[in-house]
C-alpha cells in the first residue's frame, strides 16, 4: 500500500492552521522579513507578493531530481515572486517581475488534482513561503475532493522557524536550497546577511520533523532533500555548507549538489559571480562532501 500523505491524518488540524496563517496577513511576518504589512488592505512588503496566489506555470516537470521525477514527472506549480530575490536569480521573471497569473483557493486546489490525474507523483510548490496560508487552505480543499499526492515544500531556505514548526505532519518532502554561509556573500548577493544562520536553523527543524529522504519504488515518499548551487569564486563556503550537512544534519541526507550556475540577472554587475563556474571547482566540492561521508544524490 502507498504510504499515506502527512496532511491526510488529520485534516481538521490542517484547517486550523491554514485559518491562523490567513488571519495573519493583516500583519504579514511569515518570513525572516518580518515586513508586518497588511496584505489584505493591498500592501506588500520584500517578497512583493499580493495577497491573492498568483502563478507563473503549473504542470509536470521532468527536471527535477529523480525520485520526484519518477516516470510521470512532478507535479510542479511555480508561483510568483520571492522573499530573497537574489541578485542572481535564475528565474527573475517569475521571483522578481512576478510574471504569472492571480488564481484563487479553488483555482489551486484544481490545479492539484489535475496534476495528480496527469500521473504526476507529488505536488512540488515551488517559491511558496510567502504564499504557504493560501497553499494550505487549497491543499485542505483538495485533500477532501481526493488529493492524495505527498506534497513538496520547495523553498530557497529563508525560512520563519515559528512558521516552519507551526506546520509540522503537514509537509511530507521538505526541499530548501542552502546558498551561502558567508555573511558577507549573504548580505551582497541575497540582502540577508543572517540567512546562514537562519537556513541551519530551519534545515535542522526540517530534518528533525521528516527524517531523511525516503525513497520507495523508486519515488520520494518523505523526508528531507537538501540543494546547493555551486558558485564561481565560492568552493569554501560550498565545503561549510556540506560539513553542517554532515555534522549537524545526517550523513543519509540527499544533497543535490548543482552545476547548472549562470550570471543571469543582475550577476553581471558582480565581477566576481559573473562566469559559470569551472568543473574544477564542481568536482572539488563533490569530492569534500564525498570525504565527509555524504554519498546521496550527486555524482562527480
Not at 530557497?156 to 558567508?182: A, H, N
Request: aromatic letters at 10%; charged letters at 20%; hydrophobic letters at 40%.
Amino acid at each position: 500500500m502507498p504510504r499515506e500523505p502527512l496532511y491526510l491524518a488529520d485534516l481538521s488540524r490542517l484547517k486550523e492552521v491554514f485559518q491562523e496563517l490567513e488571519a495573519s496577513l493583516e500583519e504579514c511576518l511569515l518570513c525572516p522579513r518580518m515586513c508586518g504589512v497588511n496584505r489584505l488592505a493591498g500592501e506588500v512588503g520584500y517578497c512583493r507578493a499580493p495577497a491573492q496566489l498568483v502563478v507563473s506555470s503549473v504542470g509536470p516537470h521532468f527536471g527535477e531530481e529523480p525520485p520526484l521525477v519518477g516516470w510521470g514527472g512532478s507535479g510542479t506549480i511555480f508561483l510568483t515572486h520571492c522573499n530573497l530575490r537574489c541578485v542572481f536569480c535564475q528565474n527573475f521573471e517569475i521571483s522578481h517581475l512576478g510574471q504569472g497569473d492571480s488564481v484563487d483557493v479553488e483555482g489551486m486546489a484544481g490545479f492539484m488534482l489535475w496534476l495528480q490525474e496527469r500521473g504526476c507523483h507529488n505536488i512540488n510548490f515551488v517559491t511558496p513561503t510567502h504564499y504557504l496560508p493560501q497553499i494550505l487552505h487549497a491543499l485542505y480543499l483538495a485533500a477532501r475532493r481526493g488529493l492524495r499526492l505527498p506534497v513538496v515544500y520547495n523553498c530557497g531556505g529563508y525560512e520563519s522557524l515559528e512558521i516552519i514548526r507551526k506546520i509540522k505532519g503537514l509537509i511530507d518532502i521538505y526541499m530548501p536550497d542552502i546558498k551561502f554561509f558567508d555573511s558577507n556573500a549573504c548580505a551582497r548577493y541575497l540582502h540577508a546577511p543572517h540567512y546562514g544562520d537562519v537556513v541551519k536553523g530551519v534545515v535542522k527543524e526540517m530534518h528533525a520533523q521528516v527524517g531523511d529522504l525516503v525513497v520507495e519504488g523508486g519515488l520520494a515518499v518523505r523526508g528531507l532533500l537538501v540543494r546547493h548551487l555551486v558558485m564561481p569564486g565560492w568552493v569554501e563556503d560550498s565545503e561549510r555548507i556540506m560539513e553542517f550537512i554532515a555534522e549537524e544534519v545526517s550523513l543519509d541526507t540527499y544533497v543535490n549538489i548543482m552545476f547548472q550556475y549562470r550570471p543571469l540577472y543582475r550577476a553581471r554587475d558582480f565581477p566576481e559571480i559573473a562566469r559559470r563556474p569551472s568543473l574544477e571547482e564542481y568536482g572539488e566540492v563533490c569530492r569534500y562532501a564525498r570525504g565527509l561521508g555524504l554519498r546521496r544524490g550527486f555524482g562527480e
